[in-house]
């Protein structure tokens, strides 16, 4: 008992050390803790932006091609929309201006070639952003076909005229949809 009276300053001191170090090692503890759950959160955040990024610029590939292929077809309908003006104003005979056309729709290197490769991909793209798109670009693929039937069908017509205007217009209005979602995107 002597040795605990003679030295209960030494002890207290010694148990002073022992506890401050005790909750100095707690504080640290805790802090790298809570350190360590701030960094795991800020990773998962990071790799969810990552993922939403790739997201974002796989979709506005995907526009570009759908908008490449707009302007694809709307060159193929203006080409031919020439042609038909050659033929309508007499520079061609219909023999010739078929033979033109038939190179203009045959050419292997050409537009038509490029839209007929990339028709099954776009179909399968466009379905993938709903149906309102999906629907406005069959409507297109609809009035090109019905313009090509009736510039081959007759020489003059304001049926031509019209199925060119409601072709532009709907190829517009896919353009303006697929704009409007890349925009979207970016907010």
Do not use: P
Request: hydrophobic share 40%; glycine share 4%.
């Amino acid at each position: 008992m002597n040795f605990l009276q003679d030295n209960a300053q030494s002890l207290f001191t010694l148990a002073g050390v022992f506890l401050g170090s005790l909750i100095t090692f707690g504080i640290n503890f805790l802090n790298n803790r809570f350190q360590a759950n701030e960094n795991e959160r800020v990773r998962i955040e990071q790799r969810r932006e990552a993922k939403i990024q790739l997201e974002i610029e796989l979709i506005r590939k995907d526009i570009e091609r759908f908008d490449n292929v707009i302007n694809l077809t709307l060159e193929l309908v203006n080409q031919i929309k020439a042609l038909s003006l050659k033929r309508d104003t007499g520079e061609l005979s219909q023999q010739e201006w078929l033979v033109k056309f038939q190179t203009l729709v045959n050419n292997e290197t050409g537009t038509m070639k490029k839209l007929s490769e990339s028709d099954t991909t776009t179909d399968i793209l466009i379905y993938s952003f709903g149906d309102e798109y999906y629907s406005v670009y069959k409507n297109c693929q609809i009035l090109f076909r019905k313009y090509l039937s009736i510039i081959l069908e007759s020489i003059y017509s304001s049926d031509a005229d019209k199925a060119y205007e409601e072709f532009v217009i709907a190829g517009s209005k896919l353009q303006q949809l697929l704009r409007g979602k890349l925009l979207a995107l970016r907010d």
